[in-house]
């Protein structure tokens, strides 16, 4: 209770500044009501081999989106709450406010001006630990409802020409409601030094310390040291790069600190005007849900093709994590695919299809192939939609015993008033 009353009183808190910047100036103000309501039957609720109990699942989430547009604030929030019950099993519904939220707010001030102060909130849920059995569709098992939040105040100061010193400062906090996620927090502050070459070129010279603390008792602290290039190369082609080293400092343990090359790369290309060609590669430090410090490695390739109402995307995607307080090492591959068009006036369809290999290496050694294939059909009328899916999943694992299918049929209504 105390993580909900912290995140929903920044959000309040920040709804209620928003507010008074707005009673000052001229604004583009929209709040609209929502309401989504669905049925769905799924045949094995807890992903399970053997004695698969199936129920049907009633689910209700009555919500507001808010959108602010001024000249000091640019703000968006998303808030919903989700109450699901359970047919079969009367012990699962349970109304836990805490639980059931879910929220997305993101809100700027003072955008474009010398000091800006940017305020993310998130309220989700995610899956605890990638070695365990879950589902995209499955709320209960290996799941978190986690909090996330993010203030970031920084100021620009003009250097002349097109150079310029930002200093900025990042407070980060995660917290799980459920009491196997690691919860943490963190204060960074950087300085950037950049300078615009050209109206399509920047380049930037980065420093961050981070201190993290933990739940856990594995606090640290860290320093990167990065070079940044933003370009546009012509109307097709974007490029983004950073890319420098990093050190992990643990605050109470002896002769296990870290150090990394770290990177990032996006590359974005418009084959055509309905084709687009994204490559990303990235290399980083980041906190696991459960156990603890992780250094990760990124990849994908994706082929997005868009024209009118038609849209399909195919993707291939390289995962790899290894973490730095424990003999653990995650590797997943696969590919994605997802395919929408029209059928008729308004109602169209989406097809998807998923497939992935990983190796979990640790104290127990895992392999694991899935799949999922699915499709659903969508009726669209003004701000009215209501959508009938399916979806097959298939969880085989070298360990027999965590092997399952899933099925799931749902038929779902939204509206925004």
Same mark, same amino acid.
């Given at each position: 209770?105390?993580?909900? &009353?912290?995140?929903?009183?920044?959000?309040?808190?920040?709804?209620?500044?928003?507010?008074?910047?707005?009673?000052?100036?001229?604004?583009?103000?929209?709040?609209?009501?929502?309401?989504?309501?669905?049925?769905?039957?799924?045949?094995?609720?807890?992903?399970?081999?053997?004695?698969?109990?199936?129920?049907?699942?009633?689910?209700?989430?009555?919500?507001?989106?808010?959108?602010?547009?001024?000249?000091?604030?640019?703000?968006?929030?998303?808030?919903?709450?989700?109450?699901?019950?359970?047919?079969?099993?009367?012990?699962?519904?349970?109304?836990?406010? %805490?639980?059931?939220?879910?929220?997305?707010?993101?809100?700027?001030?003072?955008?474009?001006?010398?000091?800006?102060?940017?305020?993310?909130?998130?309220?989700?849920?995610?899956?605890?630990?990638?070695?365990? %059995?879950?589902?995209?569709? &499955?709320?209960?098992?290996?799941?978190?409802?986690?909090? *996330?939040?993010?203030?970031?105040?920084?100021?620009?100061?003009?250097?002349?020409?097109?150079?310029?010193?930002?200093?900025?400062y990042i407070y980060e906090r995660t917290d799980h409601e459920d009491s196997r996620g690691d919860d943490s927090q963190g204060h960074s502050g950087r300085v950037s030094l950049i300078r615009e070459?050209?109206?399509? +070129?920047?380049?930037?010279?980065? #420093?961050? #310390?981070?201190?993290? $603390?933990?739940?856990?008792?594995?606090? #640290?602290?860290?320093?990167?040291? +990065?070079? !940044?290039?933003?370009?546009?190369?012509?109307?097709?082609?974007?490029?983004?790069?950073?890319? !420098?080293?990093?050190?992990?400092?643990?605050?109470?343990?002896?002769?296990?600190?870290?150090?990394?090359?770290?990177?990032?790369?996006?590359?974005?290309?418009?084959?055509?005007?309905?084709?687009?060609?994204?490559?990303?590669?990235?290399?980083?430090?980041?906190?696991?849900?459960?156990?603890?410090?992780?250094?990760?490695?990124?990849?994908?390739?994706? $082929?997005?093709?868009?024209?009118?109402?038609?849209?399909?995307?195919?993707?291939?995607?390289?995962?790899?994590?290894?973490?730095?307080?424990? %003999?653990?090492?995650?590797?997943?591959?696969?590919?994605?695919?997802?395919?929408?068009?029209?059928?008729?006036?308004?109602?169209?369809?989406?097809? *998807?299809?998923?497939?992935?290999?990983?190796?979990?290496?640790?104290?127990?050694?895992?392999?694991?192939?899935?799949?999922?294939?699915?499709?659903?059909?969508? #009726?669209?009328?003004?701000?009215?939609?209501?959508?009938?899916?399916?979806?097959?999943?298939?969880?085989?694992?070298?360990?027999?015993?965590?092997?399952?299918?899933?099925?799931?049929?749902?038929?779902?209504?939204?509206?925004?008033?």
């Amino acid at each position: 209770m105390e993580r909900l &009353n912290m995140m929903m009183k920044s959000i309040f808190l920040t709804i209620l500044v928003s507010s008074l910047f707005v009673s000052f100036a001229s604004a583009r103000v929209e709040v609209h009501p929502t309401f989504f309501v669905a049925e769905e039957y799924n045949d094995n609720i807890y992903l399970s081999e053997n004695d698969q109990q199936d129920d049907w699942i009633t689910t209700i989430e009555p919500g507001i989106d808010v959108r602010i547009d001024s000249r000091w604030i640019d703000l968006s929030l998303d808030y919903s709450f989700r109450y699901d019950y359970y047919l079969k099993n009367d012990d699962l519904t349970d109304f836990d406010f %805490a639980g059931g939220q879910r929220a997305n707010l993101g809100t700027t001030f003072f955008e474009g001006r010398p000091f800006t102060l940017s305020v993310l909130a998130i309220i989700s849920r995610e899956t605890l630990d990638e070695r365990e %059995a879950s589902s995209v569709t &499955n709320e209960l098992i290996n799941k978190s409802t986690v909090y *996330d939040y993010t203030v970031n105040p920084q100021y620009r100061f003009r250097l002349g020409g097109q150079s310029s010193l930002v200093f900025g400062y990042i407070y980060e906090r995660t917290d799980h409601e459920d009491s196997r996620g690691d919860d943490s927090q963190g204060h960074s502050g950087r300085v950037s030094l950049i300078r615009e070459l050209s109206t399509n +070129t920047q380049i930037s010279a980065n #420093y961050t #310390y981070k201190m993290n $603390i933990s739940d856990d008792e594995e606090d #640290y602290n860290e320093q990167s040291y +990065t070079l !940044g290039l933003n370009q546009q190369l012509g109307p097709r082609t974007e490029i983004s790069l950073e890319g !420098g080293f990093s050190t992990i400092a643990y605050v109470d343990i002896d002769d296990d600190d870290g150090e990394s090359l770290t990177w990032s790369t996006d590359i974005s290309y418009r084959l055509s005007a309905p084709i687009t060609l994204s490559l990303m590669f990235s290399q980083d430090f980041d906190n696991s849900a459960t156990d603890g410090l992780t250094k990760s490695r990124d990849a994908s390739f994706r $082929i997005n093709y868009s024209k009118d109402s038609f849209g399909a995307g195919l993707e291939a995607y390289l995962d790899q994590t290894d973490y730095l307080r424990s %003999a653990r090492e995650d590797e997943s591959y696969g590919g994605r695919f997802n395919l929408s068009f029209p059928l008729y006036s308004n109602l169209s369809t989406d097809l *998807d299809a998923e497939y992935e290999v990983s190796d979990f290496i640790g104290a127990i050694d895992k392999n694991v192939d899935q799949y999922s294939v699915g499709a659903s059909l969508h #009726y669209n009328i003004r701000r009215f939609l209501t959508s009938l899916s399916y979806e097959h999943r298939v969880y085989d694992s070298d360990i027999n015993t965590q092997d399952y299918t899933e099925n799931t049929v749902t038929l779902s209504a939204s509206v925004r008033f």
